[in-house]
């Protein structure tokens, strides 16, 4: 019987911050939900490639649609160019974004031989900015977890990774670092930049 | 360059000997003294101070001239080293040097944790020394992982930042890496609480610094040199890109363990 008094007060207690609880997150919960869910179903995406028997050039094959149709890789190249984005001309920005996807498509299937019996677990999402993060750990055989947030927009109509934070360093972020720096270390001049990363891709193999 | 303590790459020190850390230390001090000195003025246009206060470098010319020095000293002394180091030691045997480096650094962790009010994680720190040491084998296995006593970091820069003091100007430091006014500071605090420091001196303890030390930051360029040497050969700027890297994750770790409320009791007792 005693026992009871508490549970019949948590019950209460309940009852009262859901019936509190602003309208508002419920949108917020929808939101975190979502992007959960996305984040769960382009994880299990790229694992299943990565994971795989097919030989290594399949896998870089098969995962390019993947980053064209999950990825905003056009929001990141604008975001990666910072304040250079709105000095550019047209020409310019329309060059530097293809250079910059065949750069994030490379960085990224290199990387795809270094993962074998990847797998992750989804944790919490939460609000970041007008974006979404979700926690991931990714876990490889004989190393330590990786914690990595992944920052989905629905900017674009649907949810799509803009970012991705890996032990507290955003990748757009030190990318943009990278970028700014160059730049303005050549005279603020962006057609550095555009050599460079012709370079880049040049001697990429 | 630096050595591993923990999951984090950039976050980690070196474990010096006494006498080479005191002179770090002076090092260091009279570096940041000089520094004062040497400033760049901040940029008029207001796009460009803005990406000079993200930046938060100061001495970007000295830091630079560190930066290159370092790598260039790195690329023919200890990456070499610790590329042969990778081929002649199996995985299995190279985690367990690093095992034993982390637990011979928990001391420090466990001072700066209670430094940082933070008496949950100060206490599992001192279970992971306590359960490494003897059931461990002086650290060569992380039993204390298995037993639900997972790793983490903390060092007197981290304990600085959760006390509120700012991090001040980016700094490279010579053969040390990457760092601040802060974490300088919190590095000559952390040579102050290694517990290794204040053992009588004598040739045994000698030869057991000398060759933690060295083991210590070979192993610790060995768990980095990949990430390092795709760092140097995919940035347009490496060092750019290592600064911005840095300063995020200094920040994210101090918001960690602002943030870390955990409970007193291990995992496994949470799953019984």
């Not at chain 2, 081929?87 to 466990?110: D, I, K």
């Amino acid at each position: 019987m005693q026992s009871s008094i508490p549970r019949r007060h948590a019950l209460a207690l309940l009852a009262a911050t859901s019936a509190a609880m602003p309208v508002a997150s419920a949108w917020a919960v929808d939101a975190g939900a979502q992007a959960r869910s996305f984040v769960t179903m382009f994880g299990n995406k790229l694992v299943a490639i990565v994971n795989s028997d097919i030989a290594l050039e399949k896998k870089k094959q098969d995962i390019l649609p993947l980053l064209g149709q999950y990825v905003d890789v056009d929001a990141i190249g604008r975001y990666c160019l910072g304040r250079y984005w709105r000095t550019a001309t047209p020409e310019q920005q329309d060059r530097y974004l293809k250079l910059f996807h065949q750069v994030l498509v490379n960085a990224i299937t290199d990387k795809i031989g270094d993962y074998r019996g990847v797998t992750f677990v989804v944790g919490s999402s939460a609000p970041s900015g007008d974006d979404t993060a979700v926690s991931t750990v990714i876990n490889r055989p004989g190393q330590p977890g990786a914690d990595t947030q992944w920052i989905i927009s629905t900017a674009s109509g649907s949810p799509k990774v803009v970012d991705v934070v890996g032990e507290g360093a955003s990748l757009r972020l030190t990318q943009r670092g990278d970028y700014t720096s160059f730049i303005a270390r050549n005279g603020g001049n962006l057609d550095g930049l555009l050599r460079a990363l012709d370079k880049q891709i040049a001697n990429h193999h | 360059m630096r050595a591993e303590t923990g999951s984090n790459s950039w976050s980690s020190r070196p474990f010096p000997s006494p006498r080479r850390s005191m002179l770090r230390v002076a090092g260091v001090a009279l570096g940041l003294l000089g520094l004062a000195s040497c400033a760049a003025p901040p940029p008029k246009d207001p796009d460009a101070l803005a990406e000079y206060k993200e930046a938060n470098d100061r001495y970007e010319k000295l830091n630079r001239k560190a930066f290159g020095l370092t790598m260039w000293a790195n690329k023919y002394t200890l990456r070499p080293v610790a590329k042969a180091y990778i081929w002649a030691v199996p995985r299995p045997l190279r985690n367990s040097f690093g095992s034993l480096y982390q637990t011979m650094n928990e001391p420090v962790v466990f001072f700066n944790d209670v430094g940082a009010g933070k008496p949950r994680r100060a206490g599992d720190a001192f279970v992971r020394w306590c359960i490494n040491m003897t059931a461990g084998l002086g650290g060569l296995i992380d039993v204390a992982n298995y037993a639900g006593y997972k790793h983490h970091d903390n060092d007197g820069g981290l304990t600085l930042a959760t006390w509120g003091v700012p991090s001040g100007p980016y700094l490279f430091l010579p053969a040390l890496g990457p760092s601040s006014f802060r974490d300088g500071l919190g590095y000559g605090l952390d040579v102050g609480l290694s517990p290794w420091n204040y053992v009588p001196r004598g040739y045994g303890l000698l030869t057991f610094n000398w060759a933690y030390n060295i083991m210590g930051t070979i192993n610790g360029m060995a768990t980095n040199v990949d990430a390092l040497d795709q760092v140097m050969k995919d940035s347009l700027d490496p060092y750019a890109t290592i600064r911005s890297a840095y300063q995020q994750q200094r920040k994210a770790m101090a918001e960690a363990i602002k943030n870390d409320h955990r409970a007193t009791v291990p995992d496994w007792y949470h799953t019984r």
